[in-house]
């Protein structure tokens, strides 16, 4: 698995992963304990994601009694070792909205992310100044500092690696109300065109665009993005949904999952196809 995947993630792949080999092993917590040389708790932590094994001898025992295969046992190992150590973002966790910390780590290990914004730009695709001034227009109402703001910022521009440098493939549909709701100025707002047009040539980056005039279904429940995997991850799909007061949940429940899909595929018929995207977005920079 690649380096730059977040710890956090690594250590929820590793999680579930030892969740279903105990399960198949017919073993309870306390019994996969005796197995490691550890307390059944310590290793409910670990398969939630919590933590890790304190000593990598004790996840060496445990997959020893799960009679895995060599090459089994030396992809785990290497998980555990990658998973020791902090994410990028865990010094600013304190500015992060509820939930957001385990977005941002399924985000790390995404390679695929569907998203729908319905009011404002993705964050994926936000500039420095756009994003400054719609985390500012919150801050009477959020009681946000100065140093939130900045460090929220920094936050959101750093995650645009993710398809800027790492490739995760990135299919976003907008209402146009996202591209025309002014943030900052009619300047910025040219500016962030610019920068959607120039990611939108990204190969591994799609965007789609509703036209307000357009007769078609729109979930204006709020925006959601659905997370999918690396088959060698063994991760169920994730969807992330905002709520209204800025909390962001994260959930990889089957039947949600599967309403979710439903619902982008509702809203990709009713968008743009791809191709008209570029003209959109010029037609927009002269009207704004």
Known sequence: MAANVGKTFLRIVLGQELTRLREQAGLTLAQAGKEAGCAGSTVHNVESGTTGFRRIEQLAALLAGYNLSKADRAMLMDWHRQAKGEDWWTTSVSYLPSGMNLYLAMESGANDAKWWCHGVVNGLLQTPDYAHWLIRSAKLAHDTTEEFIEQAVDIRIKRQRRITEEGMELTCIMDEAALT?????????????????????????????????????????????????????????????????????????????????????????????????????????REV
């Open 181 to 285: 709701n002014v943030v900052g100025s009619s300047e910025i707002m040219r500016q962030q065109l610019r920068a959607i047009a120039e990611l939108n040539e990204l190969p591994n980056v799609t965007i789609q665009i509703i036209p307000k005039r357009a007769p078609t279904y729109r979930a204006i429940g709020g925006d959601f993005g659905i997370f999918s995997f690396a088959p060698e991850q063994r991760l169920a799909p994730a969807v992330a949904s905002a709520t209204v007061d800025g909390t962001t949940r994260v959930s990889s429940k089957e039947r949600q999952t599967k309403q979710f899909h439903r619902r982008f595929e509702a809203l990709a018929q009713g968008a743009l196809p791809p191709y008209e995207t570029p003209q959109f977005l010029e037609q927009l920079s």
